[in-house]
């Protein structure tokens, strides 16, 4: 899988902006822990084919990834059902000096 199509797009969400500023100074809890980054990426992807790919895309240092599998949610539009799309979301911990530019 190419490393352009392993990542589809970074979520820009309340939380994440929040997560993408903590440090360790702030948290106590990992040594030298820059800020978490959330990003959808393809179903079929990996960890290690996530942080080969934002290493090299924005050029980072990846200490850990975190991968969740996302369901699609039911919804309804007037007298029809369906349902959202389900997908693949990663939280990626970056290095303590590698910082993301995406706002």
Known sequence: ?????????????EK???????????TNTKLARGG????????????????Q?????YNVKVLSVRTS????????VKFKRGQTKEWKKAVVV???DSHIDLF
């Open 94 to 96: 970056l290095d303590r």
């Open 16 to 26: 994440g902006t929040f997560q993408s500023q903590q440090h360790h100074e702030s």
């Open 69 to 76: 599998n996302r369901r699609g949610k039911p919804r309804r």
């Open 36 to 51: 978490a980054y959330s990003f959808e990426v393809h179903p079929e992807a990996n960890k290690a084919q996530i942080k």
């Open 53 to 57: 790919a934002v290493e090299k895309i």
């Open 1 to 13: 899988m190419d490393i352009y199509h392993t990542i589809v797009r970074p979520l820009v969400t």
